[in-house]
């Protein structure tokens, strides 16, 4: 296990994106708790999260696939 998955800021809080949602290069769309530091990841592309792969709370491995983004120019 590399770490645990926090799809809000809070545990109990938000998600930070949605399926469906339209995100930009660079949004924070999800966290990898590791050894108590916080690893944001974020969207390499603009697009619509297709579909998430994770629950909040759940051990996520290297290389595991999180979200599924589907790319789209952005006006």
Not at 27 to 43: F, I, R
């Amino acid at each position: 296990m590399v770490g645990t998955v926090r799809l809000g800021e809070k545990p109990e809080g938000e998600p930070l994106v949605r399926a469906g949602q339209r995100v930009r290069e660079g949004q924070v769309v999800c966290v990898v708790e590791a050894m108590k530091v916080l690893n944001e990841v974020t969207a390499p592309a603009d697009g619509v999260i297709a579909q998430i792969l994770v629950d909040n709370d759940q051990p996520v491995e290297y290389g595991q696939e999180l979200m599924i983004l589907e790319k789209e120019e952005m006006p």
